[in-house]
């Protein structure tokens, strides 16, 4: 079966890797993204003699007429990030194909892998679906899931998914190769399902109030190599690292963000229903960077977070002394 292939970055190396070593698979193209050229995808293109092509808008016609000619059986998308519009999606005899880092219909959209860690989730899937012209609601043709350990992380988890969604876009080539494919509807598995949007910068910052193993998820969801938790600590803003769950918390009111213990592994800051270990943190320099990795230490009775009142007041108290300023100078 021959594929043109439209793909960028490590998720669609591996899966490329799997391709190319299947009998009865054969790629016949590749198409890099236009904003970043993958140069990894181009030493691939030459090593298979296939050409590499770059396009702005591969919704053309002019770019749509150029690949009939490659006579593709199937397009793939791996981390492609145009929109694909219907007269590239009904052009090859077995469809457009996408994988999916999400268990569709549910998490559908962007950032996944941080929103299933946020969530909490135990386990994550990946979906190979045909391409249409919605947000990942095309007929599903394979869907695979792995276990979502205790310790695992965003620095952890995408090797995995990047493993299972390369095997699994592998195994649904085949069975569309074979004729042994089935097409199963989104509606079939949640007849609403739900979309996930961009994590954007904001975003990272959070609330002591959320009860303790919200606060962990979310931790554990964007740390390292993503930007990290962020809160304040007086007038300076510091990234929380990495934390762990207190075994036998009790539950009990507080003052959510503040200091109520200490140890060999951290501190033990009060959350919206019981206490939360944070481990490692980091300071966060002008540009946002993480400057300085380290064993949080501070003193108990510490608060971590914005206290909106105390905002209040000092907001007050600058507006006052803005208004005795102008009063002042209008006598002059």
Known sequence: MRIGYFADGPWSHRALD??????????????????????ILHDYAKRLQVPYLLHPNVNSHEFIEMIKGYCADILVSMSFNQILKANIIQLALKGFINCHAGALPFYRGRNILNWALINGEKSFGVTVHYVDE?????DIILQ?????????????LPDKAISLCADTL??????????RSQRIKQTAIHPVGFYCGRRRDGDEWIDWGWPSERIHNFVRAITTPGPCARTHLGDK???????????DAPLYIGTPGEVV????????????????????????????????KRLPAHSIGTRL?????????????QLAKLERTIISNGRD
């Open 237 to 247: 803003i510091i990234a929380i690292i990495c934390t762990e769950l207190v075994g």
């Open 134 to 138: 919605g947000i990942d609601t095309g």
């Open 170 to 179: 592998r195994e649904a080539l085949e069975l569309i190769s074979e004729g």
């Open 261 to 292: 213990g200490r140890d060999e592994k951290g501190i033990v800051v009060k959350t919206g229903d019981t206490t939360l270990r944070v481990t490692q943190i980091a300071g966060v320099s002008d540009d946002g960077m993480l400057a300085g």
């Open 144 to 156: 695979k899931f792995s276990e979502i350990g205790p310790d695992d992380d965003y620095a952890t």
């Open 305 to 317: 977070g914005v206290n909106p009142w105390e905002r209040i007041v000092h907001l007050e108290k």
């Open 18 to 39: 799997k391709i190319i070593k299947t009998q009865g698979l054969e790629v016949v193209f590749i198409v890099a993204r236009y904003d970043s050229a993958d140069p």
